[in-house]
């Protein structure tokens, strides 16, 4: 049987460019894209696409069955900043949305589970450089709390279940089509659009604030090479550590100087630095690497050229 897949948070940062790529494999009528909100015309037009409320299990079961789906993206999600803002909004869309997806897996209804984790999981305790895959975890924010707990259902679901989910642990994601919403990371797509913009950029994170990021193209060949490897080569079931460049606003600038050379960034750090500073550094990948075959391409400079040719 062909696949059908479903993909709930279609109109956010990575749904968006998932979507895209889901549909020019798999063919666009077998890519169900949903999302809470309606999409652009064009985003509606290209494929099936359903409102969907990923916390009501009633209307994720009826799109599931209407659309004899087998494979779920859960990519909707309220992210580290404005979770800090809406605790127990963001716990239950984060929980709610994934228990949901997980049951429907456990009865049966659908064969395959992508869920995204994320470096929140990690915290002040945690060692920052080179950050092994299994380590301390006192992850400060809800949303780093939601994706840790998370993780443990995943386990959980497949070791007593046999659900077939499988996730990754996002680092900061920087594209073009889709700005993100509410991240901590997010300062590394804004600079993009205020140095074409303005010419300059006023940080919200301080000078030397390193953390780990990935272009999103890197990110959704991970998210598609996880979904496609073999199920015995998966061997972590909570989520997997996955690296791809990491630095800090001084250097992404610089970056950005070698195309715009009177670009200008300022510091003003606020509540999001805090959040910075209990993420790691660097990570470490080699489980990735390793199981199924991960291997990020894109590195800053290559990024950078990408990012502001076609902002422009
Ligand atoms: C955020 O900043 O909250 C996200 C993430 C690292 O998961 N981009």
Not at 185 to 213: Q, S
Request: a negative charge.
């Amino acid at each position: 049987m062909k696949k059908r897949i479903l993909i709930i948070g279609a109109c956010g940062q990575i749904g968006t460019e998932l979507t895209e790529a889901l549909r020019k494999r798999f063919g666009a009528d077998r890519v169900v894209a949903s999302d809470i909100r309606e999409g652009t015309p064009e985003f509606v037009q290209n494929g099936p696409f359903e409102l969907l409320d990923a916390t009501d299990f009633d209307a994720l079961e009826d799109i599931v069955f209407r659309h004899k789906i087998d494979t779920v993206y859960l990519m909707a999600a309220m992210l580290s900043a404005i979770a800090e803002r809406f605790p127990s909004k963001a716990w239950h869309l984060n929980m709610t949305s994934l228990f949901n997806v997980l049951d429907l897996a456990k009865e049966n209804k659908i064969k395959k589970v992508f869920w995204p984790s994320s470096i929140a999981v990690f915290g002040s305790t945690t060692p920052r450089e080179n950050t092994p895959q299994t380590t301390i975890m006192e992850p400060s924010t809800v949303y780093g709390i939601s994706k840790q707990t998370g993780e443990r259902w995943c386990e959980y679901y497949h070791k007593n279940y046999g659900v077939d989910v499988r996730s990754i642990r996002y680092p900061g994601l920087i594209s073009y089509t889709t700005e993100p919403g509410g991240g901590t990371t997010d300062y590394a797509v804004e600079i993009y659009h205020r140095a074409l913009k303005n010419g300059n950029y006023r940080c919200f994170l301080k000078a030397g604030t390193v953390l780990p990021m990935m272009y999103m193209a890197d990110a959704i060949r991970a998210t598609i090479g996880i979904m496609d490897a073999k199920e015995q080569d998966i061997k972590i079931r909570s989520s997997y550590n996955l690296a791809g460049i990491s630095f800090d606003p001084e250097e992404i600038a610089s970056s950005i100087r070698e195309h715009i050379p009177d670009f200008e960034i300022t510091y003003e750090p606020d509540f999001r630095q805090a959040i910075a500073d209990s993420w790691p550094k660097t990570i470490d990948d080699s489980d990735a690497r390793k199981d199924w075959g991960w291997k990020h391409e894109y590195d800053l400079a290559e990024m950078t050229r990408i990012m502001l040719e076609n902002l422009k």
